[in-house]
């Protein structure tokens, strides 16, 4: 039997948090819940005679969908920053559906895994339709955006899932993996020095401590991009890992796996689904932290080269403190799947 959903009211629509029960999530690998919130943002003036886009904000690693309803009184969410600029008539309307991808490594990248579960047919074909079903959304007026891996997230479901959406933007979304994801690789391995170059006992302590000090971010990170770049279920830690913790020499094989997911590699391959976007939009700050801002210069090019129409930005910021960019970028996306 269906819950009712729990409803927070807010200035020009409400917030009714569903739970999901995943069919495409059950039994995944990793052992992660399959049942999941989903919370949907609903303007008041949507109804069954007066449909709304709907646009999909993908959380960043080690987050998930709950993050944008920020509610502390010194901080607001996007969810709240969206609902006053509503409020105020300066944005136009749309319904927003905050997805949870989060895994027991901290993010899922939205893709399918064969260790950590099909995230990208979660959120691109079973939260849709949930969304559809249980609110007044246009189904022909899809947009999916999000920042860090969501960005990622936006272009990996409108390259692989096309048609699904029609408008996507990332925001500092991983581009480049050269550059924002193989210098990690270093602070694996030294943060697995203590444990003798053995991922296992650096996991089994991480299970425990949840510490993410130091050098232990980026060994998280190389860890969980493996699961869902090069996944290996028959792994002990379920995924095949990119570099060799005693030595730090790269495994070129798996390398080669994980280009395949680097934007600027996939949109060559997927170039014919990019093409058909109503808007796409790719920006980052120029003091990126982790070096995003060249790999999406050279996606803008590589774009530019296909012939796929695009938009490409760039502001002073850096990777975090940027959520005034979801008010720049949002009213542009439903723009355009409003006209």
């Known amino acids: 039997m269906a819950r009712a959903p729990r409803i927070q009211e807010l200035a020009a629509g409400n917030v009714e948090i569903h739970v999901v029960e995943s069919r495409v999530l059950a039994g995944n690998t990793a052992g992660d819940p399959a049942v999941r919130e989903f919370p949907l943002y ?39 920053e969206y609902d006053e600029a509503l409020r105020a008539e300066k944005v136009p309307a749309a319904i927003l559906a905050l997805p949870d991808a989060f895994t027991k490594y901290g993010g899922s990248q939205y893709v399918d895994s064969g260790y950590l579960g099909p995230y990208a047919r979660y959120v691109a074909l079973e939260l ?16 999916v955006v999000g920042k860090s891996s969501g960005g990622f997230g936006a272009l990996h479901l409108s390259m692989r899932h096309p048609g699904v959406f029609l408008a996507a ?24 020095v203590p444990y003798g170059g053995d991922a296992r006992r650096f996991l089994a302590d991480f299970m425990l401590t949840h510490d993410l000090s130091g050098d232990r971010f980026g060994a998280m ?14 792994s002990p ?18 390398w080669r796996r994980w280009l395949e997911f680097d934007p600027i590699v996939a949109c060559v391959t997927y170039a014919t689904a990019l093409r058909a976007l109503k808007f796409l939009h790719i920006e980052c700050g120029l003091r990126d932290e982790y070096n995003i801002q060249f790999g999406t210069r050279r ?18 910021g850096s990777h975090r403190g940027i959520q005034n960019r979801y008010l720049e970028v949002l009213p542009r996306l439903i723009g355009a799947l409003a006209t």
């Not at 109804?47 to 944008?68: C, E, H, I, M, Q």
């Not at 990170?221 to 090069?230: E, G, K, R, V, W």
């Open 237 to 254: 830690i379920g995924c095949d890992l990119p570099v060799d913790a005693s030595t730090g020499v790269r495994d070129e094989d798996v």
């Open 128 to 143: 849709t339709a949930f969304a559809e079903q249980h609110a007044p959304a246009r189904p022909d007026r899809r947009g």
């Open 169 to 192: 933007a990332s925001i500092s979304g991983d581009a480049g993996f050269e550059g924002c994801h193989a210098p990690a690789f270093w602070e694996f391995a030294r943060a697995l």
């Open 299 to 316: 996606l803008a090019a590589k774009l530019r080269e296909l012939g796929i129409a695009h938009t490409h930005e760039e502001h002073p």
């Open 221 to 234: 990170n190389t860890i969980a991009m493996a699961a869902c770049f090069s996944p290996n279920p028959a």
């Open 42 to 80: 609903v303007p008041h003036q949507a109804s069954k005679a007066a449909p709304l886009p709907v646009v999909f904000l993908l959380s960043g690693f080690t987050g998930n969908g709950l993050d944008y309803l920020e509610s502390h009184a010194w901080r607001r969410g996007v969810v709240r």
